[in-house]
């Protein structure tokens, strides 16, 4: 049962440009959603988050919009950079509750030179 | 900038050894868990941990692993008989609830588990 899912296994971008990584999710009750970036051999880091009150949310390069009404989620990231090169993935909670995420399968952003 | 420490960062164990890997989350955290991913899959959420005792477990955190937190700063999760699915990266993380960015979590980098 994937209630979170990354179509898109994989995005090569050319640096400068837009990167863009799509989620969705299937339980409705889900009202915090993260993106977490990681690396080989490294736990998921932290990247940014949106609550269920917004459909958007921006922190420098990174922006985060939410649609509750199709229950999709996307990271916008602009100027895409050689460094932001990892493994992406989204992750869903209910606040209520232990606070677990629920994590996406991920998707390997490339962003070339 | 505080970090979970997860230790040891790799272990190799024969199949039907028990195994415990040892996590030192964030001192002021309430909130301790354990998740696991498979090579080449997703992250997996296994166990969470709250005021001393499990507040959840997944349908993978089975009768062979158990979680505790012996001395009030060390969080362990251990496999009693290792199968050989159960070789996976370990991840173990964090979190204040309503503090911190955006209810984010603290994860470790990690301890990989090979059994064989």
């Known amino acids: 049962d994937q209630q979170v899912k990354q179509n898109s296994p994989s995005l090569s971008v050319q640096e400068g440009r837009i990167s863009i990584l799509n989620c969705d999710y299937t339980n409705s009750m889900f009202d915090y959603f993260l993106w977490y970036k990681k690396y080989p051999a490294e736990g998921p880091t932290f990247l940014i988050s949106i609550s269920s009150i917004k459909d958007k949310n921006e922190d420098g390069r990174f922006t985060v919009f939410l649609n509750k009404s199709a229950k999709h989620l996307s990271l916008h990231i602009v100027p895409s950079q050689p460094g932001d090169s990892a493994v992406y993935f989204c992750?869903?909670?209910?606040?209520?509750?232990?606070?677990?995420?629920?994590f996406g399968t991920g998707t390997r952003l490339k962003v070339l030179a | 900038e505080p970090e979970v420490t997860q230790t040891p960062s790799h272990q190799v164990t024969q199949m039907g050894q028990e195994v415990i890997l040892r996590c030192v989350p964030i001192?002021?955290?309430?909130?301790f868990y354990w998740y696991r991913q498979i090579l080449g899959q997703k992250v997996e959420f296994l166990v969470s941990?709250?005021?001393?005792?499990?507040?959840?477990k997944s349908e993978i955190f089975d009768d062979q692993f158990s979680v505790e937190r012996p001395d009030g700063s060390n969080f362990t999760l251990k496999i009693r008989s290792t199968k050989l699915e159960d070789s996976a990266m370990y991840f173990c993380?964090?979190?204040?609830?309503?503090?911190?960015?955006?209810?984010?979590?603290?994860f470790g980098s990690g301890t990989r588990l090979t059994v064989v």
């Open positions: 993380a964090s979190s204040v609830p309503g503090q911190g960015t955006g209810y984010g979590y603290t």
């Open positions: 992750a869903a909670s209910s606040l209520s509750g232990t606070y677990k995420y629920i």
């Open positions: 001192s002021n955290h309430l909130y």
């Open positions: 941990f709250y005021n001393n005792e499990i507040s959840e």
